[in-house]
């Protein structure tokens, strides 16, 4: 514990120091206006949640240390809320994001301004919605350049070109899940995978395109790459060239060279490129990697790396060498080279020792099933779900933050997150008969403030198995750790690597393996962790790390914001709270709606905070939804045909 304070202190110490000598950090102020725009991709026009009507969304660039106010507008028809993955906000969960865990949504026709507050972050990080799978369409990068009088601890770029790899749907993406929860099945595989918005040439479609990067003979590129995918990992390759990682999620690595690179959703990758070959086109592709039972659609999505001058050059798809989908060895050969590097522009290496580690977690990583009377599911009365530890995590109706920080937790959440698994069996075995079913909870864990945490995350073959991409908010970590098989913890440690641990905030858990995580727990708040395939985080493969206040102003979190979505008093004037809107959802948009109906006279569904998107069909209201309406306590958006609006507001 006294070495996790020390190790905040020096941080502080550093970052005032950097401030005083240089001045460097500057704030700056973006606008984000988010609504519905039309895509054309597949030969197929949807309608899509953007930011700023664009897919990716608006780039941040910024320098190491700076703070960035981005005010956002929801101009659309749901609430949603939006993160600054990787961003740790020392102090500041207020701002980090997650629905309900540290916000109520922003409501449709409302804004809230996020305050994002830099410290050690260097290179690539990103941002993205943070409800349901509304993050497919709203979501951008975030370029965190060296501060003004520090290089890169590598030879200076002549260019640089931001890479998003993408899923693509043609549906809105909150729709997608919604459906698939209604019905307790799995979300259908995407339409199309995309690179910066483009499909490439492999579609079918004659008018998708390929993103094309232009590059001059002899120049060196620093990549951006991100993969913002909902449930594939990737691997990216350029035909005849090599990738030199130099970065990963913000904190630079020791570099190293290699014909491809896998990268998880949520992590962020800088990579440099020579354009050294003959002066031509040369493909870049990308496809899925999984080891999972049930992988995701296997299709090679090409974008297309251009010589100024070489456009006379044909592009050859035969000198595409991406390692095939299920190909664990390429995945392990690639991510077991990622080492921490001792260079100045990194945060000092900081990571807990044996002896000072004195909270300990292990979770095995579940695939679930839930019984599920509503469902229709073909497999019978039950849903697909997922779980940490055995539990599948409930989001609450109020967020977690505002609950813990108010006192008020009684039916928010519980602080009894096991902290190993409740049974130990041969996790990474042949499971196949196994009872696949899970308790559920809003469950979380509880750290004091400076703890030294390791976390061992089990891979298990439940369900279909396979990798998962674990992202922890509020912090990076230091990945110590990984290897095959059950964790072993008598004979597993002594192969931690202390030395040089990659710092990161998302980590690849191997299928059928393990990872180990360290750090200190010096940043108070409430933190979400979970798998960063959305699948599998909507099906509850998510818990919570709250960490107290230590004894300062200082090592406590800050108060809450001028304009967080607000909560809705109980008993509250329903006309103040509510925007009553007769546009929004017409007679025939619940007629042909998907949504359950609940009743006779109505459909509904709850919206995130139990801000009730209720949408009443007939003049009759049944008493469940002026109960509901009554309970809510958070803001919420109220869709309702034109002869209900009376019956509503005259029972509140
Ligand atoms: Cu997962």
Same mark, same amino acid.
């Not at 309900?100 to 809230?112: H, K, L, M, V």
């Not at 299928?511 to 979400?528: I, M, T």
């Not at 960063?532 to 300062?552: C, E, K, L, P, Q």
């Given at each position: 514990?006294?070495?996790?304070?020390?190790?905040?202190?020096?941080?502080?110490?550093?970052?005032?120091?950097?401030?005083?000598? %240089?001045?460097?950090?500057?704030?700056?102020?973006?606008? %984000?206006?988010?609504?519905?725009?039309?895509?054309?991709?597949?030969?197929?026009?949807?309608?899509?949640?953007?930011?700023?009507?664009?897919?990716?969304?608006?780039?941040?660039?910024?320098?190491?240390?700076?703070?960035?106010?981005?005010?956002?507008?929801?101009?659309?028809?749901?609430?949603?809320?939006?993160?600054?993955?990787?961003?740790?906000?020392?102090?500041?969960?207020?701002?980090?994001?997650?629905?309900?865990?540290?916000?109520?949504?922003?409501?449709?026709?409302?804004?809230?301004?996020?305050?994002?507050?830099?410290?050690?972050?260097?290179?690539?990080?990103?941002?993205?919605?943070?409800?349901?799978?509304?993050?497919?369409?709203?979501?951008?990068?975030?370029?965190?350049?060296?501060?003004?009088?520090?290089?890169?601890?590598?030879?200076?770029?002549?260019?640089?070109?931001?890479?998003?790899?993408?899923?693509?749907?043609?549906?809105?993406?909150?729709?997608?899940?919604?459906?698939?929860?209604?019905?307790?099945?799995?979300?259908?595989?995407?339409?199309?995978?995309?690179?910066?918005?483009?499909?490439?040439?492999?579609?079918?479609?004659?008018?998708?395109?390929?993103?094309?990067?232009?590059?001059?003979?002899?120049?060196?590129?620093?990549?951006?790459?991100?993969?913002?995918?909902?449930?594939?990992?990737?691997?990216?390759?350029?035909?005849?060239?090599?990738?030199?990682?130099?970065?990963?999620?913000?904190?630079?690595?020791?570099?190293?060279?290699?014909?491809?690179?896998?990268?998880?959703?949520?992590?962020?990758?800088?990579?440099?490129?020579?354009?050294?070959?003959?002066?031509?086109?040369?493909?870049?592709?990308?496809?899925?990697?999984?080891?999972?039972?049930?992988?995701?659609?296997?299709?090679?999505?090409?974008?297309?790396?251009?010589?100024?001058?070489?456009?006379?050059?044909?592009?050859?798809?035969?000198?595409?060498?991406?390692?095939?989908?299920?190909?664990?060895?390429?995945?392990?050969?690639?991510?077991?080279?990622?080492?921490?590097?001792?260079?100045?522009?990194?945060?000092?290496?900081?990571?807990?020792?044996?002896?000072?580690?004195?909270?300990?977690?292990?979770?095995?990583?579940?695939?679930?099933?839930?019984?599920?009377?509503?469902?229709?599911?073909?497999?019978?009365?039950?849903?697909?779900?997922?779980?940490?530890?055995?539990?599948?995590?409930?989001?609450?109706?109020?967020?977690?933050?505002?609950?813990?920080?108010?006192?008020?937790?009684?039916?928010?959440?519980?602080?009894?997150?096991?902290?190993?698994?409740?049974?130990?069996?041969?996790?990474?075995?042949?499971?196949?008969?196994?009872?696949?079913?899970?308790?559920?909870?809003?469950?979380?864990?509880?750290?004091?403030?400076?703890?030294?945490?390791?976390?061992?995350?089990?891979?298990?073959?439940?369900?279909?198995?396979?990798?998962?991409?674990?992202?922890?908010?509020?912090?990076?970590?230091?990945?110590?750790?990984?290897?095959?098989?059950?964790?072993?913890?008598?004979?597993?440690?002594?192969?931690?690597?202390?030395?040089?641990?990659?710092?990161?905030?998302?980590?690849?858990?191997?299928?059928?393996?393990?990872?180990?995580?360290?750090?200190?727990?010096?940043?108070?708040?409430?933190?979400?962790?979970?798998?960063?395939?959305?699948?599998?985080?909507?099906?509850?493969?998510?818990?919570?790390?709250?960490?107290?206040?230590?004894?300062?102003?200082?090592?406590?979190?800050?108060?809450?914001?001028?304009?967080?979505?607000?909560?809705?008093?109980?008993?509250?004037?329903?006309?103040?709270?509510?925007?009553?809107?007769?546009?929004?959802?017409?007679?025939?948009?619940?007629?042909?709606?998907?949504?359950?109906?609940?009743?006779?006279?109505?459909?509904?569904?709850?919206?995130?905070?139990?801000?009730?998107?209720?949408?009443?069909?007939?003049?009759?209201?049944?008493?469940?939804?002026?109960?509901?309406?009554?309970?809510?306590?958070?803001?919420?958006?109220?869709?309702?045909?034109?002869?209900?609006?009376?019956?509503?507001?005259?029972?509140?």
């Amino acid at each position: 514990m006294g070495l996790g304070k020390q190790g905040f202190v020096s941080v502080g110490v550093l970052f005032l120091t950097t401030l005083f000598l %240089f001045c460097a950090a500057d704030v700056h102020y973006y606008e %984000f206006f988010v609504r519905e725009a039309n895509f054309t991709k597949l030969c197929n026009t949807t309608t899509l949640l953007a930011v700023n009507d664009s897919i990716p969304g608006p780039e941040i660039r910024v320098h190491k240390g700076d703070t960035i106010f981005v005010n956002v507008h929801n101009q659309g028809n749901y609430g949603f809320t939006i993160h600054w993955h990787g961003v740790k906000q020392p102090r500041n969960p207020w701002s980090d994001g997650p629905e309900n865990i540290t916000q109520c949504p922003i409501q449709p026709g409302t804004n809230f301004t996020y305050e994002v507050i830099l410290s050690d972050e260097i290179g690539t990080l990103w941002w993205h919605a943070h409800s349901d799978w509304t993050r497919g369409s709203v979501f951008g990068p975030l370029v965190i350049l060296p501060p003004e009088n520090e290089t890169y601890p590598f030879p200076e770029p002549d260019g640089e070109q931001i890479i998003m790899l993408q899923s693509w749907f043609n549906q809105d993406y909150k729709q997608i899940i919604d459906q698939a929860l209604a019905m307790g099945t799995v979300p259908r595989q995407p339409d199309a995978y995309a690179i910066n918005g483009y499909l490439g040439d492999t579609t079918g479609c004659p008018n998708d395109t390929m993103f094309s990067m232009q590059v001059d003979y002899g120049d060196a590129y620093l990549l951006r790459i991100i993969n913002a995918a909902m449930n594939e990992e990737k691997f990216f390759a350029i035909a005849n060239h090599s990738l030199t990682l130099v970065a990963q999620d913000a904190s630079y690595v020791d570099r190293f060279t290699s014909d491809y690179i896998m990268i998880s959703p949520g992590q962020t990758m800088d990579v440099l490129l020579i354009a050294n070959q003959n002066v031509g086109q040369y493909y870049m592709a990308t496809r899925p990697f999984s080891d999972s039972s049930n992988p995701p659609v296997d299709l090679i999505t090409t974008g297309v790396l251009l010589y100024t001058n070489g456009e006379g050059t044909g592009l050859n798809a035969s000198s595409i060498m991406l390692p095939v989908e299920n190909d664990r060895n390429a995945t392990n050969n690639f991510t077991s080279r990622i080492r921490n590097t001792n260079v100045t522009q990194n945060t000092p290496l900081n990571v807990p020792a044996d002896s000072d580690i004195n909270r300990r977690v292990y979770i095995a990583i579940g695939g679930n099933t839930l019984p599920c009377n509503t469902c229709s599911n073909p497999f019978g009365q039950i849903r697909f779900a997922a779980s940490l530890n055995n539990v599948s995590f409930v989001f609450p109706q109020v967020d977690i933050l505002d609950a813990y920080y108010n006192m008020s937790t009684s039916g928010v959440f519980t602080e009894d997150f096991p902290l190993s698994p409740p049974e130990f069996y041969d996790f990474t075995g042949n499971l196949s008969g196994l009872n696949t079913m899970a308790d559920t909870g809003t469950k979380v864990v509880m750290l004091n403030y400076g703890d030294a945490v390791e976390i061992v995350l089990q891979a298990t073959q439940t369900g279909p198995g396979g990798s998962h991409p674990i992202h922890l908010h509020g912090f990076s970590f230091y990945w110590v750790g990984t290897g095959t098989g059950n964790f072993n913890n008598q004979t597993d440690p002594s192969t931690y690597n202390l030395v040089d641990p990659p710092l990161i905030n998302t980590v690849h858990v191997p299928g059928r393996g393990w990872v180990a995580l360290r750090f200190f727990a010096n940043n108070p708040g409430v933190w979400f962790m979970h798998c960063h395939f959305d699948r599998h985080a909507s099906w509850g493969m998510d818990t919570v790390y709250i960490v107290r206040n230590g004894t300062t102003a200082g090592t406590s979190i800050r108060p809450p914001p001028f304009g967080m979505p607000r909560s809705l008093p109980i008993g509250a004037n329903l006309r103040k709270y509510f925007r009553f809107s007769k546009v929004l959802v017409t007679f025939e948009e619940v007629r042909r709606s998907w949504l359950p109906r609940l009743g006779d006279g109505f459909i509904a569904i709850t919206d995130a905070c139990l801000g009730p998107v209720l949408r009443v069909e007939f003049g009759e209201l049944p008493s469940y939804v002026v109960t509901h309406l009554i309970a809510a306590t958070c803001g919420g958006q109220l869709d309702l045909l034109e002869r209900s609006v009376e019956a509503v507001v005259a029972a509140s």
